[in-house]
């Protein structure tokens, strides 16, 4: 089993990452604020989901494949960057997004399309993979089994990913009513939300680099 004084260099180290704004916590922002606080969780256990499917890869060496295969890289790369670009113009084109009315309570169908995306959003960052990749092995002593560590690094890290987002989303969940209660905010946060996943992913589209 890993060395518990591994964790404890690990778990700071990597939350320095994970509090950092970036597309999925925006995204869980978002579900919370339009849907309620459990579509907001449902963003933050897809995000968690993402970050498994990242350490799962690591382990088998698929991130290998991003990192040292330049095509690899930027198909993914490009499909992130569409994706993000994709739901920031679904945002600025939707009046009824934050319409407390329309969106009091989210459905089941809610719930999985919020925790579907959030996968998505995740797994298709080729800057996640790549990060598990170069920063993860800095944590595996020599001589110790290698894919374990791995496993139990990535589980650390999803689990604090969805404590991280979950506390985010219930905080935007508060806050909800507050914002959304006129037009006009209602207007400004649609705005803001859909221009920063539009930035997003013109960023990771333009972003030349391989390193997070």
């Not at 579900?31 to 690591?58: E, I, M, N, W």
């Not at 309570?105 to 809610?110: L, T």
């Not at 987002?165 to 649609?190: I, N, P, T, Y």
């Amino acid at each position: 089993m890993i060395d518990l004084p591994v964790v404890l260099a690990f778990v700071p180290a990597v939350a320095a990452v994970i509090v950092s704004p970036g597309p999925d916590s925006i995204y869980t922002v978002t579900q919370s604020l339009s849907d309620g606080r459990a579509a907001g969780v449902a963003a933050a256990v897809g995000t968690a989901t993402g970050v498994l499917v990242h350490a799962g890869a690591a382990v088998l060496g698929l991130s290998a494949l991003l990192r040292t295969t330049a095509e690899a890289y930027l198909v993914v790369k490009y499909v992130g960057a569409a994706y993000l670009v994709y739901l920031g113009v679904r945002l600025l084109r939707d009046d009824e997004t934050f319409d407390l009315d329309g969106s009091a309570g989210a459905g089941d169908r809610s719930l999985v399309e919020s925790y579907r995306r959030a996968v998505t959003i995740n797994v298709t960052n080729p800057q996640v993979a790549v990060f598990v990749l170069a920063f993860f092995p800095q944590f595996v002593p020599a001589g110790a089994d290698a894919s374990l560590q791995l496993s139990v690094l990535g589980a650390v890290y999803a689990g604090l990913s969805l404590l991280y987002l979950a506390g985010v989303a219930l905080f935007a969940d508060r806050a909800r009513h507050l914002l959304l209660e006129s037009a006009v905010g209602r207007r400004a946060v649609r705005y803001a939300s859909g221009s920063v996943l539009v930035g997003f992913g013109l960023r990771l589209a333009l972003d030349e680099g391989r390193a997070p």
